[in-house]
């Protein structure tokens, strides 16, 4: 690439991402040399100029794109000269061209593509007769038509010659560039998304009910709706329509006007202005409107696409940084019925030391049996936590794990449910099968439960990202783009905490800067062989890993209890001769300095630079010595859930519960209240002020208390609310209103009993709700 190409797009970037051009132009060389995005941003900020992880998350993404559209320009420019059409003004226009979109329109007419009727009307000598009438309206079509009668062309009569200059006209109309992105900008900010249920398949398609008769502004949709509205009509219970505006009639209209304006022609009454007219009416119907309703279609998917990645990414750090239990000896529980519930015990290390399978529960039924087995594991391996997966038979399990701690009141144990989402992937995995070779799958399952419990971090890193579930309709967007999203998560969340080399699975040191699983397999061999590594500096003995990983590694690992203490913290081994510096200047033994707040704090950071680190740098290295290897994780802490609240069945609206947050979407939040189907909280329902994204107010891992608005057991739907004065409306009253999610609308309710909805409480993000809130006003 050019170095004026290259600047072009360090330009461009640093205008979208908030920066200067030589910071994007930096970080750019810096990628380009194999660095990664969580090592340019903690350990390369004087290069870049402090660019933070999100600003080079989206520089990464933004080059891609950009590169792929300059590869893209350079590949129709030299396709369209290879024809010998291309002109000067339009080369100027392509390199003008700052989307693939806006490429692909002015390529459009150069394509390579199938005979067309277009085409064939060229070749039998036509076009001259569709010039003829648009330079003359004043001549009668037909009468012209009848000079361009050839039988042997193929053209049998006048109309069959009109036919073809027609077939020209749109073809030439519908492949005009400006006229395209004209039309394109006016139907997007206008366009209206219309879904109808298939006739025949209301029934099959209940659960797209919400759309069988539903219009909404494509500019406006949110992306969990329109993601949902494709998944109707993928599964063929749905059909969608662009519609040009609310009033569709005038907005074909205003469309079949444009193309005319474009074309030069006016009707005035003319001979042939009724013709050119229709001609343009079925270039903007036939041609143009179902262009651009694919079109239009695929960028709204691809936005509504990057906002559920973005969702499931933002759900998946949270579950990634959850609070850590720490090093604790855990109980693991997986329950199930017929099955029974299989139990593993980890010790502090997350070492297995035993498991058993229990029946307490039907057909078995024997409850006593396993409260006995329970004790003894804990009582013999010291447990101080039980963890049990919230699948089937949770509460059930949740009720045995009650009575065990009332059994044990000496070990002081305590109980928390946890997500199980992904342990069953876990135990069938190649990962699995190696950590445990002898060990039967349906315990894998237990085990993970345990660990995740102690550590979430270092065990979901073994799970493929997707297989967790805390995403928006995830399964309907690019599983590329999401796999490569989410993996880029995980390896943000992986770099900010840290890793301890000497007890790391290898999935988890995968996830580090720099090392690929390969590198990180020889580092567990490397340890297993020779025994715990005792200096950072020890890593370049690893089959493979040299000086260019260790300097995107070596900074992410901690050695505790290691020759270096520096090892243990996050300062880079590049940046010791600092510390040394520190060391020299105040006289005080490193030892005596790490830890020692009051004394770190007093030091300038503009004291110890050089050519190399600068202040941002030192005040980093002035942190870890003040809180070396510090966790950025929240304090652990569990939600207690109701007793005697155990199914759905068992709720009754005005209940105030305590709960989880399991998952975050655009429209609002879901909450674990321990009925194995989690609440819906609306986002107008999730505080007492407006919320425009619920991340704002609440995150996966969450403890809440809600209160129960509605349940609606035959849809295993269950509405929920934040603020806690809320009053569910009269059933009488509640209509057949309902959001994206299928539970009715919060904000269609009063709080406090009657009348109009609570004067605070935001609009529901619903075309329904909006429309009803219009009829009222008016």
Same mark, same amino acid.
């Given at each position: ?284 119907? #036939?041609?143009?409107? +179902?262009? %651009?309703?694919?079109? $239009?279609?695929? *960028?709204?998917?691809?936005?509504? /696409? =990057?906002? &559920? ?91 045995? #794990?009650?009575?065990? +701690?009332? %059994?044990?009141?000496? $070990?002081?144990? *305590?109980?928390?449910?946890?997500? /199980? =989402?992904? &342990? ?355």
């Amino acid at each position: 690439m050019s170095p004026a190409l290259a600047r072009k797009i360090s330009q461009t970037i640093a205008e979208e991402i908030g920066a200067k051009p030589e910071q994007a132009s930096a970080a750019i060389a810096l990628l380009d040399e194999g660095a990664t995005v969580p090592f340019i941003a903690r350990y390369r900020k004087e290069v870049t100029g402090g660019l933070d992880d999100t600003q080079l998350r989206n520089l990464e993404v933004r080059l891609v794109y950009l590169r792929e559209l300059e590869e893209r320009r350079a590949a129709i420019l030299s396709s369209i000269e290879e024809q010998g059409k291309l002109t000067d003004a339009l080369r100027a226009d392509i390199e003008a061209a700052d989307s693939k979109a806006r490429l692909e329109d002015l390529y459009l007419p150069y394509k390579q593509k199938r005979r067309t009727r277009a085409q064939i009307a060229r070749e039998a000598g036509l076009e001259p007769l569709a010039d003829g009438l648009i330079e003359d309206p004043s001549r009668v079509p037909e009468e012209f038509a009848a000079q361009f009668v050839d039988a042997d062309k193929g053209v049998a009569d006048a109309k069959a010659a009109l036919e073809g200059a027609r077939a020209i006209l749109i073809e030439r109309w519908g492949e005009d560039a400006a006229l395209i992105g004209e039309l394109r900008e006016w139907l997007w900010a206008n366009g209206v998304i219309r879904a109808k249920v298939v006739e025949g398949k209301e029934a099959a398609g209940e659960k797209f009910r919400d759309y069988f008769d539903h219009a909404e502004p494509l500019a406006k949709i949110p992306s969990h709706r329109l993601l949902a509205l494709l998944r109707g009509r993928r599964e063929e219970f749905l059909t969608l329509d662009l519609e040009p505006g609310s009033d569709a009639e005038a907005g074909h209209l205003y469309a079949e006007g444009r193309v005319a304006l474009r074309a030069g022609i006016r009707d005035q009454g003319r001979a042939a202005d009724t013709w050119l007219r229709n001609a343009c009416r079925l270039a903007w119907k #036939a041609k143009l409107h +179902l262009h %651009l309703l694919i079109d $239009l279609f695929a *960028q709204a998917r691809e936005q509504a /696409e =990057a906002e &559920a990645i973005a969702v499931f990414g933002d759900n998946l750090k949270d579950l990634l940084l959850a609070a850590p239990a720490g090093p604790k000896a855990v109980l693991g529980l997986d329950p199930g019925l017929r099955t029974g519930v299989k139990v593993a015990v980890v010790d502090a290390t997350g070492k297995l030391v035993a498991t058993d399978t229990i029946y307490p529960h039907e057909p078995r039924r024997q409850w006593d049996q396993s409260l006995a087995a329970l004790r003894k594991l804990c009582q013999a391996h010291g447990v101080q936590l039980v963890a049990i997966g919230n699948g089937t038979a949770s509460r059930e399990t949740d009720k045995l #794990a009650g009575d065990l +701690l009332k %059994l044990c009141p000496e $070990l002081k144990m *305590q109980k928390i449910v946890v997500s /199980e =989402a992904g &342990a069953s992937v876990y135990s069938a995995s190649e990962l699995a099968a190696k950590e445990f070779p002898g060990l039967d799958v349906s315990l894998r399952g237990a085990v993970s439960i345990a660990r995740r419990l102690q550590d979430p971090l270092a065990e979901l890193v073994k799970i493929e990202p997707k297989a967790i579930g805390v995403g928006q309709y995830q399964h309907d967007v690019d599983q590329y783009r999401l796999a490569r999203a989410l993996d880029a998560r995980v390896e943000d969340c992986v770099n900010a905490v840290g890793v301890h080399v000497n007890t790391a699975s290898s999935a988890l040191l995968a996830r580090v800067s720099g090392l690929s699983s390969s590198v990180a397999e020889n580092i567990v061999a490397h340890r297993d062989a020779n025994g715990p590594f005792r200096r950072r500096k020890d890593l370049l003995k690893v089959p493979r890993l040299g000086e260019k990983t260790f300097e995107q590694c070596a900074g992410f690992l901690r050695i505790a209890d290691g020759d270096e203490p520096l090892d243990a913290s996050g300062v880079h081994p590049e940046a010791y001769p600092v510390v040394e510096r520190i060391v020299q200047a105040t006289g005080k033994p490193i030892q005596a300095m790490i830890g020692d707040s009051g004394f770190v704090r007093t030091l300038k950071p503009a004291q110890f630079t050089d050519e190399r680190f600068g202040e941002p740098t030192v005040r980093d290295i002035l942190k870890e010595l003040e809180k070396p290897g510090r966790d950025p994780r929240p304090e652990f802490k569990a939600a207690q859930f109701a007793d005697g609240v155990e199914d759905i069945k068992d709720l009754r609206e005005g209940m105030i519960l305590e709960g989880v947050v399991s998952n975050v979407a655009a429209f609002g939040a879901f909450v674990d209240i321990g009925v194995h189907q989690d609440g819906l909280i609306h986002i107008s329902a999730l505080s007492d002020r407006f919320v425009k994204d619920p991340r704002e107010v609440v995150k996966a891992g969450d403890i809440v208390k809600v209160k129960v608005l509605e349940v609606d057991v035959a849809r295993k739907r269950i509405a929920l609310t934040r603020r806690l004065d809320d009053t569910p409306a009269p059933r009488q009253e509640r209509g057949g209103e309902r959001n994206a999610a299928g539970t009715r609308d919060p904000a269609r309710r009063n709080p406090r009993g009657g009348g109009a909805p609570k004067p605070s409480a935001p609009p529901a993000d619903n075309a329904l709700a909006q429309a009803f809130a219009r009829a009222r006003r008016s």
